[in-house]
């Protein structure tokens, strides 16, 4: 009866593993929990690892071997054109038009089959969808070298943009002056001069790389979702009044919560991390230390939620009144440049911004210490808030 | 004892009374604006249009940013504003304009001088102040590149000694991606009004016992069951309604577009109460919506997709409410058109309704056995 009394790190032990039996016990959050996992992990590995940079044109043309050479230079020094000769002017209108299907077999060459009239797909051999084409007429280089105005048709699909259609005639008027041996009446500039910050031509970071902190984001959301619903769920059942009845005391049970919360958080973020090849030998130390910050800033708000929620939609309703905002950060990442100043304030820009950097843009402490910081603030914040509003709750109780 | 007795009385009141389902619904609507779902309703498809045609509209078609300084009156940058598909951002100083090339908030920079058009016009040769972001994307170097040179020849005033024709192929430009996305925002709208909310509420009266208490009256579990499908197909064609006029999408034949989106909410209507009847909990909702959710989403993703076999959207349900919107709202279909599509939703619309019944009198079964 009176045996020696537990310490408190005994005590929060015992609540921290109620609580992961607890959960374990929620079959829809545990099958959520992982439902997510396995699927962020999934599209992860399904999304294109690459980005298309180049436009595809198809080019007709006989005899004009400046004319093939020209735009062949032009297509390798910028990487952005990828040529498609094709053998006639039908072919070409019937590739653009959908009528014919365009293959590069492995030896470079392009065949083209027409799949109504039964043609077989041809072997080893990878489609090439041509939207854009420019039809050259025979001897063309003569006239356009002697200056005299000779035709040339762009064809194009409906759908190709404007600025794509408005581009390529541009191209052609600009690859007769050089034929012509007109110079360009400007003076251009060295090519090391022009490109402003990293040039990543031909190395863009994919769509798939920049879904990596959205993908940690909802696993951390998911979490808060399941910590705030336990909470909740033992508030409304008072259990945690029950808790307090034993020698366990109000702070026990607070800093069992947030080592719970911020343990299935961590964990869960640590594995999707491991999942999509994040970590490295390089920035293994940043990455944990933000998905660390993370997991700590959601189970401040799923305190919050949960001290907020009287049920299951309640919980639903608020978390949602949080997490909607702070997801903006995690989606500003897809779109190009300088996000707006009042994304800058959000409390997980940082958070964001700081798995980008590090796992896409090869960033290290030096980068990303600023990120850091700003998030560490905003956690120690949004955990005392998460902490106040919790022990008022239970004291109210 | 009083529950079965109660639960007697209500058999009393013979047939299906429109005149309680109507007092039922009235009271659901004056307690709706409690419940979340019913504000989701309302504020969900707002806040789709908003981030789905603002953010992903402009994140799927991006277009080419191009920075000008103009220090003088460049024919340039009037031949720049002129061009469609490029974005044009106006500066006053070249830092900033190479700050912002330099953060990617533009593709590519241009610096034009006082005396750029005259030296280019005297054959001057001026050097050329351009500058790219490390950044953009090659092709739309190659498009800012030549569409800049080419404007500079028109100032030049050389004549190019081509003439290039424009000749567009295949049919006509398909729909842009603001309004493919028109599908996905009503789709939530009706999942939302017309599924979530007569579910959840009917949920609600089950788990809080007031579905008894009402049963106690004369009121019978079909006439609740009928209540709360009105309620989701009031909030859903209310909403469908309001989700096509912010996206701009009302099409030019409103008799039919009423009657489509009728069938829709009517068809999400029904499926609700079915969900509500059949789920004993509302985590058994959500469980159930999460699992099933991508069958109830998965014909919208097509319309966003083209290019994908569109006969695999005929194998969802849902397809058949949504394509008759689709098709009346943005294709300029008529009804003669899509009647086919909206007596397919109308027959599935039947069943549900069938199976909302038989679940409402095993509902009653099981508040006269507790």
Do not use: C
Not at chain 1, 369 to 383: R, S
Not at chain 2, 195 to 209: M, W
Not at chain 2, 309 to 331: C, E, G, R
Request: aromatic share 8%; net charge negative.
């Amino acid at each position: 009866m009176t045996g020696r009394p537990a310490s408190r790190a005994a005590i929060i032990a015992a609540i921290v593993r109620k609580d992961f039996k607890e959960f374990s016990r929620d079959r829809l959050y545990v099958f959520l929990s992982a439902l997510m996992l396995v699927f962020f992990i999934g599209i992860f590995w399904v999304v294109p690892s690459t980005v298309d940079e180049s436009i595809v044109i198809g080019i007709y043309q006989t005899g004009i071997d400046e004319l093939g050479m020209l735009l062949q230079q032009e297509g390798d020094e910028s990487g952005g054109l990828e040529l498609v000769p094709l053998a006639s002017e039908e072919d070409l209108k019937g590739v653009i038009a959908g009528d014919l299907e365009a293959y590069r077999t492995v030896g470079g060459d392009i065949v083209t089959r027409d799949e109504e009239a039964g043609d077989e797909k041809p072997k080893d051999a990878e489609r090439v969808r041509v939207a854009i084409g420019i039809a050259f007429p025979e001897g063309f280089a003569g006239p356009a070298a002697s200056g005299v105005g000779t035709a040339v048709t762009v064809y194009s699909d409906a759908d190709v943009p404007p600025e794509i259609q408005g581009a390529m005639k541009s191209l052609v008027r600009e690859l007769a002056f050089s034929i012509a041996g007109h110079p360009l009446p400007v003076e251009l500039p060295a090519a090391d001069t022009v490109i402003l910050g990293q040039d990543r031509a031909g190395n863009q970071v994919a769509m798939r790389d920049r879904m990596r902190p959205l993908f940690v984001f909802f696993v951390l959301m998911m979490e808060t979702f399941a910590l705030a619903s336990l909470i909740s769920s033992e508030v409304m059942t008072r259990t945690v009044l029950a808790v307090l009845v034993t020698p366990a005391k109000l702070g026990d049970v607070l800093a069992a919560k947030t080592i719970f919360g911020t343990l299935l958080a961590l964990s869960q973020a640590l594995i999707l991390l491991v999942a999509v090849g994040a970590l490295t030998a390089q920035n293994w130390s940043v990455l944990i230390v933000a998905a660390l910050i993370g997991a700590l800033m959601f189970t401040a708000i799923g305190m919050m939620v949960g001290a907020a929620g009287k049920d299951f939609i309640g919980t639903i309703f608020y978390a949602m009144l949080f997490v909607l905002p702070l997801a903006i950060p995690a989606f500003a990442v897809f779109f190009p440049g300088t996000a707006s100043a009042w994304i800058r304030v959000i409390p997980s820009y940082g958070l964001i911004q700081t798995i980008t950097g590090v796992s896409s843009y090869s960033e290290g402490w030096a980068d990303v210490w600023p990120h850091v910081a700003t998030t560490l603030a905003w956690v120690v914040v949004l955990y005392m808030a998460g902490l106040f509003v919790l022990k008022r709750k239970v004291e109210s109780l | 004892m009083s529950s079965t007795r109660a639960f007697g009385l209500t058999r009393t009141s013979k047939g299906f009374s429109l005149t309680r389902t109507l007092k039922v619904f009235k009271k659901d609507m004056a307690m709706g604006p409690r419940s979340p779902f019913f504000l989701y309703a309302l504020v969900l498809p707002v806040a789709m249009t908003v981030i789905l045609q603002l953010v992903f509209g402009t994140l799927f078609e991006p277009k080419p940013r191009l920075g000008l300084v103009d220090f003088g009156d460049s024919a340039v940058s009037a031949g720049a504003r002129a061009i469609e598909g490029i974005e044009l951002t106006f500066l006053d100083d070249v830092e900033t304009l190479k700050r912002q090339v330099e953060a990617n908030d533009l593709d590519v920079g241009l610096v034009l001088s006082a005396d750029f058009d005259e030296a280019v016009r005297s054959g001057g040769k001026p050097p050329l102040e351009l500058y790219i972001g490390g950044e953009s994307l090659a092709s739309t170097r190659i498009v800012l590149d030549v569409t800049a040179l080419d404007l500079i020849r028109a100032v030049e005033g050389s004549v190019p000694p081509v003439v290039v024709e424009l000749v567009h192929l295949g049919d006509a430009p398909s729909l842009p991606i603001s309004a493919r996305l028109v599908p996905l925002i009503m789709m939530y709208a009706l999942l939302i009004a017309g599924i979530f909310v007569p579910a959840s509420g009917l949920i609600e009266e089950k788990e809080k016992g007031t579905l008894t208490a009402m049963l106690v009256t004369p009121v019978r579990a079909s006439e609740v069951v009928a209540a709360k499908a009105l309620l989701g197909f009031v909030l859903a064609f209310v909403m469908s309604v309001v989700t096509l006029v912010l996206n701009n999408a009302l099409g030019s034949r409103p008799l039919s577009l009423i009657v489509v989106v009728s069938v829709a909410a009517a068809f999400s209507a029904l499926l609700g109460v079915v969900l509500g009847a059949a789920a004993r909990s509302v985590t058994a909702l959500f469980t159930i919506m999460k699992s099933s959710g991508i069958i109830l989403i998965g014909p919208v993703i097509f319309y966003l997709f083209p290019e994908w076999p569109q006969w695999i959207a005929k194998l969802f349900p849902t397809y058949w409410m949504i394509d008759p919107i689709w098709q009346v709202a943005l294709q300029g279909a008529g009804l003669g058109d899509v009647w086919v599509k909206v007596a397919i939703a109308v027959a599935i619309g039947v069943v549900l309704a069938a199976i909302a019944g038989v679940l409402a009198g095993r509902m009653a079964e099981q508040v006269a056995g507790e």
